[in-house]
T-cell receptor, first 111, second 115 residues
Framework: RKEVEQDPGPFNVPEGATVAFNCTYS??????FFWYRQDCRKEPKLLMS???SGNEDGRFTAQLNRASQYISLLIRDSKLSDSATYLC????????????FGAGTRLAVHP | GAGVSQTPSNKVTEKGKYVELRCDPI?????LYWYRQSLGQGPEFLIY????????DSGLPNDRFFAVRPEGSVSTLKIQRTERGDSAVYLC?????????????FGAGSRLTVL
């Protein structure tokens, strides 16, 4: 089983739609979580960190449920420019100190 | 520099050849990471350095892969006797320190194609 697993995608949605991505992690030692965005043939870039209390950044909301080992990303009012691959990421510390990436979920927003 | 710089951006080589990929991290960043990304997959951890030492090399797939960071800044990933399965984008990232509170900044990657 992969340490970080995501919805396979792709998600094809019209502009203005609300879309949610899910992610589960298997290593309970994972301490921090992030969502990274990766455009086609580009490097990953941090979208937002994920906190247990949930956090929002404009149209983006991230949630973490440690009991269920589950992370989500909600995008409201989708824009064409949101089209990208969204990578769920867990940080494992305690001697490891590395980010473990999921395979990514591809989002395509169409007019 | 302002960002993480990787060279070459593209490398095409023949099976069995030796390859070096270079990473120049953000100035002052003590932690440096190498990841490998195959088509349709997320980045796969290879190795990370804290300063000059390899703190975790558990992701290196086999002994053909080796990485160094002799002065705690620039790092080189070395691949011996390349195989077709080594074809991927090799991503380097750096962060201020190796803790979860710090964001990784990635370079644009080195795309390796082994014929």
């Amino acid at each position: 089983r992969k340490e970080v697993e995501q919805d396979p995608g792709p998600f094809n949605v019209p502009e203005g739609a609300t879309v949610a991505f899910n992610c589960t992690y298997s290593n309970s030692a994972s301490q921090s979580f992030f969502w990274y965005r990766q455009d086609c043939r580009k490097e990953p870039k941090l979208l937002m960190s994920v906190y247990s209390s949930g956090n929002e950044d404009g149209r983006f909301t991230a949630q973490l449920n440690r009991a269920s080992q589950y992370i989500s990303l909600l995008i409201r009012d989708s824009k064409l420019s949101d089209s990208a691959t969204y990578l769920c990421v867990g940080f494992i510390s305690g001697g490891y100190n590395k980010l473990i990436f999921g395979a990514g979920t591809r989002l395509a927003v169409h007019p | 520099g302002a960002g993480v710089s990787q060279t070459p951006s593209n490398k095409v080589t023949e099976k069995g050849k030796y390859v070096e990929l270079r990473c120049d991290p953000i100035s002052g960043h003590t932690a440096l990471y190498w990841y490998r990304q195959s088509l349709g997959q997320g980045p796969e951890f290879l190795i990370y350095f804290q300063g000059t030492g390899a703190a975790d090399d558990s992701g290196l797939p086999n002994d053909r892969f080796f990485a160094v960071r002799p002065e705690g800044s620039v790092s080189t990933l070395k691949i011996q006797r390349t195989e077709r399965g080594d074809s991927a984008v090799y991503l380097c990232a750096s962060s201020l320190t190796a803790t979860g509170a710090n964001v990784l900044t990635f370079g644009a990657g080195s795309r390796l194609t082994v014929l």
